[in-house]
């Protein structure tokens, strides 16, 4: 079995080498009549761009994107700059140069990868899901009989923060940066997954196709692992399947549909102020010029977010969402499952996570706030801001960078949460209806505890749940996501998740620790 692993393992680290490799690889050379059918897309009125890409860049022969992305962003830069000068802002392209030489890239690239997408899926994700599995499925047999076996994960480089974690933190924010950022460079991505993006939308796919393709197929792979590891645990069973059915259907299959049938496209079960973008001036002009579907789509999110939300949140804590439905959860709790245990418990860690958390959900309600008063009163400015710059801010620094870079690429070393105990503004909201009016809670049976720590070891987001197991107090945090697992590594059955009546739900005790508690005043007040 473990030989199996191991070829396994080369198999994966083959796949992954020439996925990582393709960025830097390929040949571009645009013709006249694939330009002209861009411009034409882009909507381009700028002669001076016109004319300086067909003297540079048409007919021309560009091996690999880092050739190819430079003169683009040169030749965007210096019309822009010269329409400025002479205030013709309508010729102005207001497409970043890494889009723009992403769409140049996409009409223009020949050659190998280009004209055999089938075999390059097959070398690149085909041989990543062969070797992912091979891995993983020996483990059936392995870890022996059902239960969890987290032996030696403080001696393994690759869940101990060692050299192994940190090629994966390297390759995890490369790959954010590339997407966020650097778009070009993911065009020969695009090539692998055309064939699944024009099948199910119709339209060719982009970088976003890529990450969405991708997070579905990580998320698949890595729930195998989470089943057989948590086998014997029906709640991380049902909990993962119900993660990954929402990932795929929701937010994948469901919106690249609706798109193929002229519809808007969304992901129904994202919820503001998690989908931020969702009362910017764009989205709502093109739900209310959708017709009725834009309609509902309108009414469905206010309503998810003021309705639906709250009420889920009361009878099922923020559990319901954040473990069960949300595809940043769903990542957390597969792909990201090896490194919950490196999730900060210090007293520090807890202030800057409240100051932070809260801070993202100001910000991104007076944004809003901001952005519905630019709408209804037709103006870009609210006292002298620009309501614009304020959206660019916060899409760029929580957006990206937060829910992205930070966010994913930060589990090998900061643990599997990061983003959802620091930055998800969805989840601050949802913390504070749990902490303050929900019937969720974490039971305790402090007679049983050990004091073996496991489940504080591998508690995502940060509680020192054995603290309270010691003193036999429910576990009410607005952080809590009740993953459950605290309760599935517990040696001795202390923990259960439940849902009961608000009445009791906070129970805090006294410890008694010699003379400082008056026994006789104690027992009176109880």
């Known amino acids: 079995m473990k030989t199996i692993k191991n070829i396994g393992l080369v198999i994966f680290l083959i796949g992954l080498a020439i996925f990582t490799a393709l960025p830097l690889l390929g040949t571009y050379q645009i013709n006249q ?24 860049v048409v007919g021309q022969e560009f091996q ?17 700059a010269a329409h400025v000068k002479n205030k013709e802002y309508k010729k102005k392209i207001y497409t970043s140069s890494s889009d723009m030489a992403a769409a140049i890239g ?14 390059m899926w097959l070398l690149t994700f085909g041989l990543g899901i062969i070797g992912a599995l091979l891995f993983i499925i020996p483990n059936v047999v392995l870890l022996g009989k059902k239960g969890i076996k987290n032996d030696g994960i403080y001696h393994e480089s690759s869940t101990n923060q060692g050299w192994i974690a940190w090629l994966v933190f390297i390759f995890l924010v490369g790959f954010y940066l590339i997407l966020y950022f650097k778009s070009e460079y993911a065009v020969n991505w695009t090539y692998l997954v055309d064939p699944i993006s024009e099948g199910l939308s119709g339209n060719p796919a982009g970088h976003w196709f890529v990450y969405g393709f991708m997070y579905c197929v990580v998320m698949s792979v890595m729930a195998v692992r989470m089943y057989i590891k948590y086998r014997h645990n029906m709640y991380q069973m049902v909990r993962t399947t119900s993660v990954l059915f929402f990932q795929i259907v929701f937010a994948f299959l469901i919106p690249e549909i609706m798109v193929r049938l002229q519809m808007p496209y969304y992901d129904f ?38 309705i639906v939300v709250p009420v889920m949140v009361y009878f099922f804590g923020k559990r319901w969402y954040c473990s069960w439905v949300c595809g940043c959860g769903g990542l957390a709790e597969t792909l990201g499952d090896p490194y919950r245990q490196h999730s900060s418990k210090s007293l520090f860690s807890w202030k800057v996570e409240r100051w932070l958390i809260h801070g993202v959900l100001v910000f991104a309600v007076v944004m809003t706030g901001m952005t519905l008063y630019s709408f209804f009163a037709e103006t870009g400015t609210v006292w002298g801001i620009k309501t614009q710059s304020i959206q660019n801010t916060y899409s760029l620094a929580i957006g990206s960078v937060f829910a992205g870079v930070i966010g994913t690429g930060f589990y090998p070393i900061f643990g599997n949460r990061v983003w959802c105990r620091f930055g998800c503004p969805l989840a601050a909201y949802l913390g504070f209806v749990q902490r303050f009016k929900s ?28 603290a309270y ?51 006789m005043e104690l027992v009176n007040k109880k």
């Open 469 to 519: 197991a010691q003193k036999g107090e429910n576990i009410v945090r607005s952080s809590c996501v009740g993953c459950g697992v605290c309760s599935a590594v517990c040696p001795r059955g202390v923990l259960k998740l439940e849902n009961g009546p608000e009445a009791g739900r906070i129970n805090p005790t006294q410890v008694l620790l010699g003379n400082d508690v008056d026994l």
């Open 439 to 466: 019937r969720f809670r974490i039971t305790t049976n402090g007679g049983q505890c050990i004091s073996c720590g496991n489940c504080s070891t591998y508690c995502e987001q940060g509680i020192d749940v054995r």
């Open 33 to 56: 009549a694939a330009f002209d059918e861009l411009i034409s897309e882009k909507r381009i009125k700028s002669e001076l761009f016109i004319e300086d890409l067909q003297k540079n």
């Open 269 to 306: 079960k994202n919820a503001f102020p998690l989908d931020y973008d969702f009362f910017f001036q764009w989205n709502l002009k093109s739900l209310l010029n959708s017709g009725g579907i834009g309609l509902f789509i309108l009414v469905w999110g206010v309503a998810l977010t003021l």
């Open 106 to 119: 996409k009409k223009s690239s020949s050659g190998f990868i280009a004209e055999n997408k089938g075999l």
């Open 64 to 80: 690999g994107m880092q050739s190819l992305s430079p003169l683009v962003g040169n030749v965007l830069d210096n019309a822009n």
